[in-house]
């Protein structure tokens, strides 16, 4: 029985290491075939964020062709012009995250090629973070707004659950430097996400929170929406108040 789950087990790893080679190879593919993200994307436009060098865009059509399948989201296909976001594990590009005019998300298939992986607003330093304060966010758009109003360097996790795996390797790997973890707020109290309390508990980080005041909408979460609804300034005191 130990041998019979062994080997299974060993199956299953050669099977995940195959689709993670497979998905880093199309991601590649993708990135090679696109182009500078322009400024009039739709969905940068709705953000009102401009885009940077590390984001792409490339049309749904030639990304299906490169992919073997049209990309989708909760099941909806995605059209048009797609954002490109390249997801970094390690020293390498693992998959991209795909956000289309509408906002849209999806992410290559590939089990794991995610995890602990993150996008950053520019190439990072090197050295390790001596006298440098890097923000650590949730999404593309929290993170580019956080980045424009401060100038700081930032870095999205692309999902809540993935934060606090990302934030420990940037700690790991800038150990001196200033972290600043960007908060999300539960639409429904209005509480910052736990997920970014732990991630700033866990890596000894500061924790930065969007103010909205007493009168909060709902649908306001994040520092994009502060940046939108405000301005840059509010953003910017929301780091420095972290």
Known sequence: RKRIAAERAAKEEAEIARERADTATKAAAILKAATEAKADHPYLSRKRVSPVATLREIDAGAAAAILGYPPKSGGDL???????VPVKQGDGISTLELIDGDGRKTALAGRGSKAGGYWATERLPDGDGVGITLLVGEGMATVLSASAATGHPAIAAL????LAAVAKAIRERYPAAALVILADLVKATGEPDHHAIEAAQAIGAKLAIPDFGTDREPDMT?????????????VARAVTCA
Do not use: P
Not at 159 to 162: A, L, V
Not at 224 to 233: H, S, T
């Open 222 to 234: 994040d520092m994009n929406d502060l940046f939108a609804i405000a301005d840059a300034e509010a």
């Open 78 to 84: 995605m059209a048009g012009r797609l954002l490109v």
């Open 159 to 162: 999902s809540s659950g993935n």
